[in-house]
């Protein structure tokens, strides 16, 4: 049975919720015969989140790790397929941490690509009624940070785990007094990370 690791950031940037880390908890009871999901919540600081999806990687030794973030603004649910070795924060993290034109590793690689399928998670996704679509840059900031940590350690480390990161928009109650901003149900987050779940968990099933 596949194990998949998946981790939502607390909230930051002064904001009490955070729909990636509340959408994350739902799938802690998340029970189906395919697959043992497993779900951690990380610190959104630039030092520590890398260290606690490593950690939890070397405790857990999961077949894949999804990485979820919050994306105020964007108008469905971002599949990741590029991890850029920058970060260039516009806000700073949640210790005041907030670093420009960084490389988080500095001999690493420019980049990582996503090693979760991404098309078939938005084909997946979208035919549950929900809006998804493949981004490529995850920004500059702690999730983008995360995703490439994680992509470098399993790389580095040659172990055979395939890595994502998926964006997720407002909760309906955040977009308030935001404008037009964009958001989803928490609901609707639920079943497009339980969908991505299923559709990873299958791609190992068939390697």
């Given at each position: 049975?596949?194990?998949?690791?998946?981790?939502?950031?607390?909230?930051?940037?002064?904001?009490?919720?955070?729909?990636?880390?509340?959408?994350?908890?739902?799938?802690?009871?998340?029970?189906?015969?395919?697959?043992?999901?497993?779900t951690?919540?990380?610190?959104?600081?630039?030092?520590?989140?890398?260290?606690?999806?490593?950690?939890?990687?070397?405790?857990?030794?999961p077949d894949a790790v999804i990485s979820v973030g919050q994306a105020g603004g964007t108008p469905g649910i971002r599949v990741e397929r590029v991890a850029l070795n920058l970060s260039d924060a516009r806000i700073p993290d949640n210790e005041g941490n907030c670093p420009?034109?960084?490389?988080?590793?500095?001999?690493?690689?420019?980049?990582?690509?996503?090693?979760?399928?991404?098309?078939?998670?938005?084909?997946?996704?979208?035919?549950?009624?929900?809006?998804?679509?493949?981004?490529?840059?995850?920004?500059?900031?702690?999730?983008?940070?995360v995703f490439y940590s994680t992509c470098h350690f399993v790389a580095v480390e040659n172990?055979?785990?395939?890595?994502?990161?998926?964006?997720?928009?407002y909760l309906p109650c955040q977009a308030v007094g935001k404008g037009q901003a964009p958001s989803m149900s928490l609901e609707c987050i639920v079943t497009a990370l339980e969908t991505a779940v299923e559709v990873v968990a299958g791609s190992i099933v068939s390697d």
């Open positions: 049975m596949p194990r998949i690791l998946i981790t939502g950031f607390e909230p930051f940037g002064g904001a009490t919720v955070n729909p990636a880390s509340l959408a994350v908890q739902k799938l802690e009871n998340m029970t189906r015969d395919n697959v043992q999901v497993i951690r919540e990380i610190p959104t600081v630039f030092d520590k989140s890398p260290k606690a999806v490593q950690d939890a990687i070397s405790e857990l030794s420009s034109d960084s490389l988080i590793v500095p001999a690493g690689p420019v980049a990582y690509w996503a090693t979760i399928p991404a098309r078939e998670l938005v084909d997946a996704i979208t035919k549950q009624g929900i809006p998804a679509f493949i981004s490529y840059s995850a920004g500059t900031f702690v999730c983008n940070h172990m055979p785990i395939k890595v994502g990161f998926i964006h997720v928009p």
